[in-house]
């Protein structure tokens, strides 16, 4: 009784936020208000590696090229580019309207600039990989030649001549990714006082208090500002996600970046049309410390933890429409054959006897049970698949794992930090949509390589994809390295992830994007 005493409550509490909101609160037409998952961790182009960061940075930024709100490539800063008939040399014509947020042109040299940066080994850059298709950037990036020998060329203030290593079709809109960015300068890429701050996007940093909030106002040096319809944008920064969908219902947010998944059973019978989810190019997985015991060498045992996973119960149990993943490439990527394990269409019983056999080839039974901690950034919904998984992980091998929880900053240096951890939960999100750029973060030298993963046959399928100018024959080796890496069992992919978030019925220019960006600019707040 007291237990659904609560519930109607909670729910009649509920209502009153929800349909009290437009009355005692009409909505500001200057202001979106945007719900932000976790802190950014740099708004530097260069160092922007995780979601939140880049959600931010492309509201400040603008590449070359940019993006329609259904993904597909526009001219940006560029306003027309030629690509010769070999495929490889692009030469991009900038606007002379592109303009800094203090008023000085954005020149080609700046983009020259920024770009051997990014792949400068000093700079330790995380998405300096996104510019190995330039002439010369694997070399610079392993230190082996200085950022200067950069295929990448400013003849005058207005043209920029790029040279690839091979034809990539995905080129432009691998320039729409913050790596692309320029700066204006170190210090104002890598200050956090709007005072010092320098952009060229449609917005410009107005505030930023850390684990609160990060304030931007429009760029009125913007070249297209006259398509730029929110004079303020302000990302809330909250971790938990009750917590945002709680300032969702009272009326402090106009969107939101997540949704609980209790919530949706009352959102979809009340608010639906509220309610925007979608799929998107991203795999959530467990990456498994290959640098030490119990992993490294023992293929039998990550073997055995991946097979003792339902993953049927996993995605049912998440409520969006995450689909199961026996392969790390997402389906949907362009020009590829998803690729998946052998053993995906086993019954539950033969899958389940089968990770038991290889559990104990690797050594381990109920008597001697494997002891492993298990790494996971602050959220709600990776804690309750955590804890759902090491359940599995339990009840089928006998397997004991110790559960460490961290907020999302500490998170990202944490992963770094080997000898803490023996498996850590770590997703990937597109930055552009081709299989390489799931595939390249496995190399043994990428910045991404969380889990060093070591095999000179997948480097070499990816680098012979990397520099055949055959689509078909290109596809062959990047579908060969996935399946070869998923024999080795470095990483355990989980689901291919979902966008879900809810928008105010009064914003307007939300759209399915298989990128799952949504720039501010887009958005339209309607006068109440």
């Known amino acids: 009784m007291i237990r659904t005493t609560h519930v109607a409550i909670s729910f009649s509490l509920f209502v009153c936020l929800w349909g009290c909101d437009h009355r005692a609160n009409p909505h500001d037409v200057e202001v979106l208000r945007r719900g932000l998952g976790g802190e950014p961790s740099a708004l530097d182009p260069a160092a922007a590696v995780d979601n939140f960061s880049l959600q931010v940075v492309q509201d400040l930024y603008e590449g070359l090229t940019t993006e329609s709100p259904t993904g597909n490539v526009l ?35 700046e983009f020259v600039a920024a770009w051997q940066r990014v792949v400068d080994p000093r700079e330790a850059s995380p998405v300096a990989d996104n510019l190995r298709l330039i002439v010369g950037a694997a070399e610079i990036i392993a230190g082996h030649s200085p950022p200067s020998t950069l295929g990448v060329y400013a003849p005058n203030d207005h043209i920029l001549i790029v040279k690839l290593e091979r034809p990539a079709p995905f080129f432009p809109q691998l320039l729409t990714h913050p790596s692309a960015f320029p700066i204006y300068s170190y210090a104002s890429a890598r200050s956090h006082n709007p005072a010092n701050w320098v952009s060229n996007g449609a917005y410009v940093l107005a505030n930023w208090q850390p684990g609160t909030k990060v304030e931007l106002t429009q760029n009125m040096d913007y070249w297209d500002r006259d398509n730029v319809h929110i004079p303020r944008v302000q990302y809330q920064i909250t971790t938990d996600e ?3 969908y709680a300032r969702y219902r009272a009326g402090q947010l106009d969107i939101t970046d997540s949704v609980p998944a209790n919530a949706i059973p009352t959102l979809r019978a009340q608010h639906s049309t509220e309610l925007v989810i979608a799929p998107y190019l991203a795999t959530a997985y467990y990456g498994l410390n290959l640098s030490e015991p119990p992993f490294a060498h023992n293929v039998n045992l990550r073997r055995a933890l991946s097979m003792a996973i339902d993953r049927k119960l996993l995605v049912n149990s998440l409520a969006f429409g995450q689909s199961a993943a026996y392969g790390f490439v997402p389906p949907g990527t362009w020009n590829y054959q998803q690729q998946y394990w052998e053993w995906k269409d086993l019954n539950d019983t033969d899958r389940v006897a089968q990770a038991k056999q290889f559990y104990a080839k690797a050594g381990y039974s109920v008597d001697r049970p494997l002891h492993l901690r298990l790494l996971i950034n602050a959220n709600g919904v990776i804690k309750n698949t955590a804890i759902l998984i090491a359940s ?100 355990i992919p989980l689901y291919f992830l979902v966008s879900k978030r809810l928008v105010k019925p009064y914003v307007s220019g939300v759209h399915p994007n298989p990128l799952d960006r949504l720039p501010s600019k887009a958005l339209t707040i309607a006068a109440h």
Do not use: C
């Open 392 to 491: 599995m992980w339990k009840d089928t091998l006998g397997v004991e794992t110790e559960l460490t929880e961290e907020e999302y900053r500490v998170f990202l240096q944490t992963r770094h930090d080997k000898k803490r951890w023996d498996i850590a939960r770590l997703g990937w999100t597109a930055d552009f949509n081709d299989a390489s750029n799931f595939l390249d973060i496995f190399r043994l030298r990428s910045p991404s390589n969380d889990v060093d993963y070591n095999n000179p046959s997948f480097d070499k399928l990816v680098d012979d994809a990397a520099s055949t100018p055959d689509e078909l024959q290109r596809r062959t080796y990047l579908e060969s390295s996935e399946r070869a890496m998923l024999e080795d069992y470095p990483v």
């Open 242 to 244: 009750n917590a945002q």
């Open 75 to 109: 001219p940006g800063v560029a306003s027309s580019w030629t690509i010769d008939s070999s495929g490889t040399l692009y030469t991009f014509h900038l606007r002379s309207t592109a303009h800094w947020s203090n008023g000085m042109p954005v020149v080609a040299k």
